[in-house]
């Protein structure tokens, strides 16, 4: 199956800081990536899909101007929480859909970020 | 609204069958997914059903009634790995995914 490959695992950062989130696909090419955001004991809640080559859509309530999101290439795109703060710690995924894996849809996972701001 | 209910936690002997139902309401639908997530991991896909009826694949098999709106996955000849949450997610009409809250399946010895 595709592979989508997500960097860092985990990370720990400051208050005030901001932290970058990679999302590859590594044997597919992802015009679509999705961004989900996870707190303990809860479903997946989504964030924002990815577009390559333009802007990202945002659900309704997520700050776009705090989680930035880049889709530079068919490959990559990037989440960066910008000046993060103790109740964005948070599990972070990123999932993308190969379309040449037939009419299912599914989606692949990165292996999630777990990031902890003190 | 949209709404995927699952049951929050469930346990089962090794060995034994379960099966955990989801139920939907959404606006539209364009398939029904399965994940299993391990505690810390990314889900990963276990099944799809878009037409009514069963789908098996080894020990997991998925069920689908799209007029009742009611979704069933049944894990036979469980093992210690199956301890994990399995999520539901149904596609709707802008072929959206609409997640569940996931079943906790807790497995004893």
């Known amino acids: 199956g595709a592979v989508v490959s997500q960097h860092p695992s985990r990370v720990i950062c400051k208050s005030g800081t901001s932290v970058k989130i990679e999302c590859r696909s590594l044997d597919f090419q992802a015009t679509t990536m999705f961004w989900y955001r996870q707190f303990p004991k809860q479903s997946l809640m989504l964030m924002a899909t990815?577009?390559?080559?333009?802007?990202?859509?945002?659900e309704q309530g997520v700050e776009k101007d705090k989680f930035l999101i880049n889709h530079a290439s068919l490959t990559l795109s990037t989440l960066t929480v910008t000046s993060a703060h103790p109740e964005d710690s948070s599990f972070y995924i990123c999932?993308?859909?190969?379309?040449?894996?037939?009419?299912?849809?599914?989606?692949?996972f990165g292996e999630g970020s777990r990031l902890t701001v003190l | 609204g949209q709404n995927i209910d699952q049951p929050t936690e469930m346990t089962a002997t090794e060995g034994a069958i379960v099966q955990i139902n989801c139920t939907y309401q959404?606006?539209?639908?364009?398939?029904l997914f399965w994940y299993q997530q391990h505690a810390g991991e990314a889900p990963t896909f276990l099944s799809y059903?878009?037409l009514d009826g069963l789908e098996e694949k080894g020990r997991f098999s998925s069920f689908l009634s799209r007029s009742k709106g009611y979704s069933y996955l049944l894990l036979k000849e469980l093992q210690m790995k199956d301890s994990a949450s399995y999520l539901c997610a149904v596609r709707d009409s802008n072929y959206q995914l609409i997640w569940g809250a996931g079943t906790k399946l807790i497995i004893k010895p």
């Open positions: 990815s577009n390559e080559g333009s802007k990202a859509t945002y």
């Open positions: 959404t606006s539209g639908f364009n398939g």
């Open positions: 999932s993308a859909r190969d379309l040449l894996s037939g009419d299912t849809g599914e989606l692949f």
């Open positions: 059903n878009v």
